[in-house]
C-alpha cells in the first residue's frame, strides 16, 4: 500500500455515475439530511505520499500508481523537514510518521526523510512492495544504518497480496511473489522490523487467510504474528462499482460508531502534486487526487480551512469511500 491495497478511488467517479445525485453537496446529503463530518482531535499519525511513481502496476493499486504515474511528484527532504518542525509547534501528540507511495524507496530522499523523523523520536512506518527499489545498494545501506540505531523504531509494512505465489502475482504481475519474498528475506537477515499487508479479497475467510500466511511466516521464519492485525494487517477489498448510501449525522448513533474512531480524526497525509512548489494536507490516505479534500500547504492551514468539503477544518464525508471503507467497512491504512 503503497502499498494500501485498495482499489483505484478516481474520486469516487464510478460510483457517481451509478448514482450521480449522491456525494455531491459538502453539507447535504441526496436525500436532504445533515451529511456526517468529523473534527481533528490530534494527529497520531502524519503520513507521507513519497510520490505516485512505482516500480509495478497492481491491478487493484488504490492510487494507481505506476512506472509512469507522477501525478503526486518525489516528496522532497526539504518540505518533509518544515512539516515535521510543523507538527511539533502544532502541539499534536503525534507518535507515528508513516510513509507511503506509490513505492516509497523510488524516492531519492527516503533514507533522509525517515532519519529526519526518527531522529526527532518518532515512530517510523513505511509501507513498501520491498522489490527492486528497497534492495538496491544505497537504501540497503541506508536501512542498515538506520536499522542499527533505530531498530524498534523502525517498521517496514510489505505488501504480500496473498500468501500464495499464484494469487499475489495475479495482482502484481509474474514474478512479484518472488522479489518481495527475496526482499522480507533480507529483512528479516538484517534483524529489521517487518510487518505485512495483505488483502481480503480471494473468497476466503479471515481465519483461513491468517491460516496462510501463518504458514508462509514459519517456513521462511519471518517473526510476525499472522494473528496480530497491527503486525498481519488484511485490508478489505475496494469494490468501486458498489452503490453506497450516503452518511448523516444520524448514521453515528444507528451504527454505534464514534466520529473519532476514523482515520481523519486522527491523521493526515501530505502529498506534493506535480508541478506545486509546496506539499499539501489532506484528510487521509484514501482520498486523493481530489482538489475538494485539499487543506492548505501547512497544518496550521489545514486546521482552520474552509473550501470543497473541508469546512473550517471538519471534513465532510462527501466521498463514497467514507461511506464504505471507514464507516461502513472500518478500513484503516494506520498500522
Ligand atoms: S506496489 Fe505500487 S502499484 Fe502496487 S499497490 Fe503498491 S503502490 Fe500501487
Ligand atoms: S475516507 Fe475515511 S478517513 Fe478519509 S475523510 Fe473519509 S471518513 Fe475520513
Not at 495482482?171 to 518472488?178: M, V
Amino acid at each position: 500500500m503503497s502499498d494500501m491495497e485498495m482499489q483505484a478511488p478516481n474520486t469516487g467517479k464510478d460510483i457517481s455515475r451509478l448514482d450521480p445525485e449522491k456525494f455531491k453537496h459538502p453539507h447535504i446529503t441526496a436525500k436532504g439530511e445533515k451529511r456526517a463530518f468529523v473534527d481533528l482531535e490530534t494527529i497520531s499519525t502524519l503520513w507521507i505520499n513519497t510520490g505516485s511513481l512505482c516500480n509495478i502496476e497492481c491491478a487493484n493499486c488504490y492510487i494507481e500508481s505506476s512506472p509512469t504515474n507522477d501525478a503526486y511528484a518525489y516528496f522532497p527532504l526539504s518540505e518533509c523537514e518544515r512539516y515535521l518542525s510543523e507538527i511539533k509547534d502544532m502541539g499534536y501528540e503525534t507518535k507515528e510518521i508513516a510513509f507511503t507511495g506509490g513505492e516509497p524507496f523510488m524516492n531519492k530522499d527516503i533514507i533522509p526523510m525517515l532519519e529526519s523523523a526518527l531522529k526527532l523520536g518518532y515512530d517510523v512506518l513505511v509501507l513498501t512492495n520491498a522489490m527492486q527499489p528497497m534492495m538496491r545498494p544505497q537504501m540497503q545501506k541506508g536501512l542498515l544504518a538506520l536499522a542499527q540505531e533505530y531498530r524498534t523504531k523502525l517498521t517496514l509494512r510489505v505488501s504480500l497480496d496473498h500468501y500464495t505465489q499464484k494469487l499475489h502475482d495475479v495482482e502484481r504481475g509474474p514474478a512479484s511473489f518472488d522479489h518481495a519474498i527475496a526482499g522480507m528475506r533480507w529483512l528479516n537477515d538484517h534483524h529489521i522490523q517487518m510487518h505485512v499487508a495483505g488483502r481480503s479479497c480471494w473468497n476466503e475467510t479471515e481465519e483461513e487467510a491468517r491460516n496462510g500466511y501463518k504458514q508462509l511466516f514459519l517456513k521462511e521464519n519471518f517473526s510476525i504474528d499472522a494473528f496480530n492485525p497491527s503486525e498481519t494487517v488484511i485490508f478489505p477489498e475496494m469494490d468501486e462499482k458498489i452503490d453506497v448510501p450516503e452518511i448523516t449525522t444520524k448514521c453515528w448513533d444507528i451504527l454505534s460508531k464514534e466520529a473519532s474512531s476514523m482515520m481523519c480524526a486522527s491523521s493526515r497525509m501530505l502529498v506534493l502534486q506535480k508541478g506545486k512548489a509546496k506539499a499539501e494536507v489532506l484528510p487521509c490516505t484514501l482520498l486523493v487526487y481530489n482538489d475538494d479534500f485539499v487543506m492548505g500547504e501547512s497544518l496550521k492551514s489545514a486546521s482552520t480551512c474552509s473550501q470543497g468539503n473541508i469546512v473550517n477544518g471538519t471534513v465532510k464525508l462527501n466521498h463514497p469511500h467514507c461511506a464504505k471503507f471507514c464507516v461502513l467497512g472500518g478500513a484503516s491504512c494506520s498500522a
